[in-house]
């Protein structure tokens, strides 16, 4: 469509350390938090506390209204939770827009090993979300999201178990709606980066190793349950892990982007 | 000693969810700090903004008047970051006992696949620390936290590169040292739990899969910067990632702790 969607630079989303590695664009930022299996939530618990609050909880974009909608385009962030958690409560009884939160994301790529402890650094992926959270109250919409995020974990899973989720299981299960305010992402890729005096001293660099660790999650082989009476691991989980074990490997390796001068190809 | 040390339950830290994965020993909340390369700290930015900021930032437990304590004693966390940042410029300018803030690590182990989209979940571990920030303005315990932080990324990795920090080096880095007020953990290990219900519905457990993939952080091979002179990867570095990559397989595979009733193991 020849236009990439960002988000607003607001005080609180803009980014002034290391600028170039910001990004503002929907797509960077909703793919970051998609990839996430753990989001970290953060609230204000109320005023007689002074620390704010940091929940780890499973979410995912998506666009109720607009179902295929893509990762550059608008999206709501659905979180799951239980009834009676506190932020499910204080979400419950926020007043006017909804509860203001902050999501966070971060996965790191790679060790960055350089001539000083300075510059050491990670390859790393992070994004942060800026949002009202309201509970979601119409059932086909919470349903939608709960399939949403039941398929986060892994795709096809919510059409390869039992569903629909009965009574009991739709009022124990409580999803929370936020309307993204404003959002940023930051991504650091690439090798070593040091500086000259340190580059052009001999004594430094004939002693100190520098490169990059690439660091990438993997999914090991999946263990039956004594109780499991399937006897082939499905493909929908099969297929995933394998994709997901190849993408992961070949981000962190690709992100190093350590292409050799030359003369020293030969 | 035949003591362990426990954080206080107030509040703001307290588990009411699932209490029975819930920890506060000192020794394994500030485990699961110390093995995640990002933390999380999440802080107010003040009254005009109504969202919590959330940083990723690199950091780790520690005690500069007793070196020595373990991982089971009281420990301060220290955060590193760059002099002219946000964080760092609240904090500097916090009043009494400090920025107070909240510090979260997550780790994913495994996801849990059983009959229903509502009996999904994962293995993890998972820790946040509520305390009060302030800078590190001791010379010596700046550089005695910088190399702190530094070896956390690899053991060792101070000692083999070029130090120590030079003027300009040492004032463009923030150490925040955060005085722990409370914490808890959450740790979730073993196979699928269902419930009755689905366990004996013969058309649910005929065609469902269930089971556990464990999932677990690998270090690939060491890439050399194109400018670097030390031919043989060092023994710091490869002895690291070797046993790291044991540990973080075991700890995600045994954390399944699938063991077969006695009729299947035949």
């Given at each position: 469509m020849g236009r990439t969607l960002t988000y607003p630079k607001r005080d609180a989303n803009t980014?002034?350390?290391?600028?170039?590695?910001?990004t503002y664009d929907l797509d960077a930022i909703h793919s970051i938090i998609n990839a996430s299996q753990v989001l970290h939530v953060s609230f204000s618990p109320?005023?007689?506390?002074?620390f704010p609050a940091i929940l780890p909880m499973i979410g995912q974009m998506g666009s109720?209204?607009?179902?295929?909608?893509?990762?550059d385009e608008p999206l709501d962030c659905y979180l799951h939770g239980y009834v009676s958690s506190r932020i499910m409560n204080l979400a419950r009884s926020s007043?006017?827009?909804g509860l203001p939160i902050c999501i966070a994301a971060s996965k790191v790529d790679g060790l960055i090993l350089s001539l000083t402890p300075n510059s050491h650094s990670f390859n790393y992926r992070s994004a942060i979300l800026h949002g009202y959270a309201k509970l979601v109250t119409d059932e086909a919409e919470k349903l939608w999201a709960m399939k949403l995020i039941t398929n986060s974990i892994v795709p096809e899973r919510w059409e390869n178990t039992?569903?629909?989720?009965?009574n009991a299981e739709m009022s124990s299960t409580v999803i929370l709606k936020v309307k993204v305010v404003d959002g940023s992402g930051k991504i650091r890729d690439g090798g070593v980066s040091d500086e000259r005096k340190d580059k052009t001293n001999e004594d430094v660099t004939s002693r100190v190793w520098t490169g990059v660790v690439p660091v990438y999650e993997v999914f090991g082989d999946p263990v039956p349950s004594p109780?499991?009476?399937?006897?082939k691991v499905p493909d929908h989980i099969t297929t995933y892990i394998a994709g997901m074990n190849k993408q992961n490997r070949e981000y962190a390796e690709n992100a190093v982007g350590v292409t050799l001068p030359v003369e020293e190809q030969h």
């Open positions: 980014v002034h350390r290391y600028k170039h590695r910001a109320g005023p007689s506390d002074p109720f209204d607009y179902p295929s909608a893509g990762l007043e006017g827009d039992r569903v629909p989720p009965d109780e499991n009476k399937v006897s």
